[in-house]
């Protein structure tokens, strides 16, 4: 249980000892670099900054701030959403929503968008799909106290689901939520594939170890099949996802080695490839991958094996066979030994494409120290050629 509420901000250092049975992995391949990533960045603003610090203050209710997703919305405004409470996985946390109406300058007064009363609204997730936009979240909790009757049901894994909302008038009203799947977590926003299905990236931990998969819908939302089994011996969770030009899905993997992990799917979810590691660094932490409109590929990710920091962004243009060397979008000094605060983070971003094919990345800024605690959401405008 404490392993997996930490998983947003803490490493994990012990390496899973059973593999499962659709576990299978590739020596490791190294992607030659493409010409060099030509990146500038328009504008950056900040969309939520924490009213508090002090984790143990009763009166803290939006000090940590994390793991944001982002979303262009059907009338060409942003919207922001992420998770928000004294600190993370307090039976207080819920979900804040911003929204901008020019291409990232600034961003509204953050509103409580979703909270369930006595358990912590975790990792909004979207889909763009025309007219509708899917929202989802992972709800559930993990402190025992204060004491519930039955805590087999109401406190671990099996309290949590994913859920889903939607808004077919550009986000100004939403359905009301309803469960999508149990035992599953979502992170990353879905997509929807040129074919009309709805993929979104799952997770599961079972036995401790991490498994990957798609959440799928054939009919428009009206129904929905989780499908997972991916796994490596490094953990794979907090997937992210992108339609190929050909047709394929690449899923991007969350590990514990410091590299980043892929694998693919050419029946449109139904099925993956076996995972593949690249000779790409990563900490361990939430990446993004997307889709640009003019068919390359975006990933953004924290460019160290051990550190969340710096963010970077990177490009490929042949499927992701090759990436362009990695452009620094933002960075924070770690702290030195001995200091009160013992990590700083710039981490789990999110991606979204305006009209003009500059993009908008969100990503949170987290200080952890035993006394002070606090996330703010920050955000910037890219233009990539």
Same mark, same amino acid.
């Given at each position: 249980m404490k392993r997996q509420v930490l998983r947003h901000f803490l490493p994990k250092f012990l390496l899973t000892a059973l593999l499962f049975p659709t576990v299978l992995i590739q020596a490791q391949s190294?992607? /030659?670099?493409? =010409?060099?990533?030509?990146? *500038?960045?328009? $504008?950056?603003?900040?969309v939520y900054a924490h009213p508090s610090a002090d984790p143990y203050d009763p009166n803290n209710r939006y000090g940590f701030n994390h793991a944001p997703s982002v979303v262009l919305? =059907? +009338?060409?405004?942003?919207?922001? !959403?992420?998770?928000?409470?004294?600190?993370?996985a307090s039976v207080n946390q819920l979900i804040l929503a911003s929204y901008s109406s020019d291409q990232g300058k600034t961003w509204s007064a953050a509103e409580i968008f979703q909270d369930f009363p006595r358990k912590s609204d975790f990792d909004p997730a979207f889909i763009a799909d025309g007219k509708r936009t899917? %929202? @989802? @979240?992972?709800a559930g909790r993990w402190n025992r106290w204060p004491a519930v009757k039955e805590e087999s049901k109401l406190v671990g894994m099996d309290s949590y689901s994913t859920y889903f909302r939607y808004s077919d008038d550009a986000g100004r009203t939403w359905s009301s939520p309803e469960a999508a799947t149990e035992k599953h977590f979502c992170r990353s926003n879905g997509i929807k594939l040129s074919t009309g299905e709805l993929l979104l990236p799952i997770y599961e931990t079972i036995d401790g170890n991490d498994r990957s998969g798609v959440l799928k819908s054939t009919d428009d939302g009206k129904s929905w099949k989780a499908i997972g089994g991916i796994g490596t011996d490094a953990d794979a969770d907090e997937p992210t996802i992108a339609e190929l030009n050909s047709g394929a899905v690449?899923?991007?993997? *969350? !590990?514990?080695?410091?590299?980043?992990?892929? #694998?693919? $799917?050419? +029946? /449109?979810?139904?099925?993956? $490839? !076996? =995972?593949? /590691?690249?000779?790409?660094?990563a900490a361990n932490t939430s990446h993004n991958l997307f889709h640009l409109k003019d068919g390359r590929l975006l990933l953004t990710n924290n460019e160290s094996r051990h550190r969340r920091t710096p963010l970077t962004l990177r490009v490929s243009a042949d499927e992701g066979n090759t990436w362009s060397?990695? %452009? /620094?979008? #933002?960075?924070v000094t770690i702290p030195p030994e001995g200091d009160p605060i013992w990590d700083r983070q710039v981490s789990y971003p999110s991606v979204a494409q305006l009209a003009d094919g500059s993009v908008i990345v969100v990503w949170s800024e987290i200080i952890l120290g035993d006394d002070e605690q606090y996330g703010d959401i920050r955000s910037a405008r890219v233009s990539v050629q």
């Open positions: 190294a992607p /030659k670099s493409q =010409p060099a990533l030509s990146v *500038r960045v328009v $504008s950056r603003a900040m919305l =059907p +009338d060409s405004r942003l919207m922001a !959403t992420w998770f928000s409470g004294p600190y993370e899917w %929202f @989802f @979240f992972s690449m899923m991007i993997l *969350r !590990t514990h080695d410091g590299f980043i992990w892929r #694998t693919l $799917s050419h +029946d /449109k979810g139904n099925s993956w $490839s !076996t =995972p593949e /590691k690249l000779d790409i660094a060397d990695a %452009f /620094k979008l #933002t960075e």
